[in-house]
């Protein structure tokens, strides 16, 4: 259980919104180090929406920022069209495949393609990490060299999954090339000391157990191609087996191919 916590007496109003929106408690404004019934709050922030942990030695707050620090500098010197989720995309030359991520999460990889000319429709099924995106891209849509890129990137508050079995149920035509699958894989203790903003992260969503249906779900869609990122030793997502591997810097791509990419 979280809560939604204004930073002053500016954001009150925003936050008792927010707070009924996800359907939760909106605490007085106060330090985060002083909160102690929750182990982490929506903090809202005069620099935007972030998830911030409680208590006296908790790390600073993670937000979604497409305009500094690790986005901007992926975006500006991360390898473009080189980078191995363009090359696991279908990104050659001219071929801007369009996109369905359905495990949106924070955006980055939806960014990242973004970035590089894709249309992207993200779903994203929690609807605090749904709050984080929404806010990072309203900041971001400001700017002059950003606001095109996230022009190509659309939100939807929703489960990828249920809306791809909606498609299929009704014989609707998927409106992308490939969907794009990263979905939260069970992690062992060691590796939760990871990044900071990954174990916040990891609080927040839990383990998506229900990867195989989404898969499922996918392929029924009927794309032409079918992206899964991996952590480096996970075992390939139940199921189909991928048509190709291909190894990332910090982790792999499971291809599914079913038929060509529209040039
Ligand atoms: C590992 S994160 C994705 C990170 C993302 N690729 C990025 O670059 O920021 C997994 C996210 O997928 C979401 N998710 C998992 N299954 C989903 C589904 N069926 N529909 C929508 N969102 C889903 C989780 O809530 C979580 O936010």
Redo the contacts with the bound molecule.
């Keep these: 259980m979280f809560a939604i916590l204004p930073f002053s007496d500016a954001e009150v109003s925003i936050a008792l919104q927010l707070a009924e929106h996800l359907c939760c408690v909106c605490l007085p404004v106060m330090s985060p180090r002083d909160v102690s019934e929750y182990e982490q709050v929506l903090w809202i922030h005069p620099e935007g929406l972030a998830i911030q942990q409680t208590g006296q030695k908790a790390p600073g707050p993670v937000r979604v920022d497409f305009l500094q620090g690790a986005q901007a500098h992926r975006r500006l010197f991360g390898g473009g069209a080189g980078q191995s989720v363009a090359k696991a995309i279908g990104i050659k030359g001219k071929r801007r495949p369009t996109v369905l991520?359905?495990?949106?999460?924070?955006?980055?990889?939806?960014?990242?393609l973004a970035s590089l000319g894709c249309e992207v429709q993200m779903?994203?099924?929690?609807p605090w990490?749904a709050a984080l995106l929404a806010d990072g891209m309203k900041r971001a849509a400001e700017d002059p060299e950003v606001g095109p890129i996230i022009d190509r990137m659309k939100l939807f508050q929703?489960?990828?999954?249920?809306?791809l079995t909606s498609l299929t149920a009704q014989s609707q035509a998927l409106n992308a090339d490939v969907i794009?699958?990263?979905?939260?894989?069970p992690h062992s203790d060691k590796s939760a000391e990871v990044k900071k903003d990954m174990k916040a992260?990891r609080t927040?969503?839990g383990a998506?157990e229900?990867?195989a249906e989404?898969l499922a779900a996918a392929v029924a869609a009927n794309p032409c191609r079918i992206v899964v990122?991996r952590a480096r030793k996970a075992p390939a997502i139940e199921g189909v087996v991928p048509s190709m591997v291909l190894e990332g810097k910090s982790g792999r791509f499971d291809i599914y191919t079913f038929r060509a990419l529209p040039d």
């Design positions: 991520d359905a495990t949106a999460g924070l955006g980055r990889d939806s960014f990242v779903f994203e099924r929690n990490v929703q489960d990828g999954k249920d809306y794009y699958l990263d979905p939260m894989f992260f927040l969503v998506d229900d990867s989404l990122k």
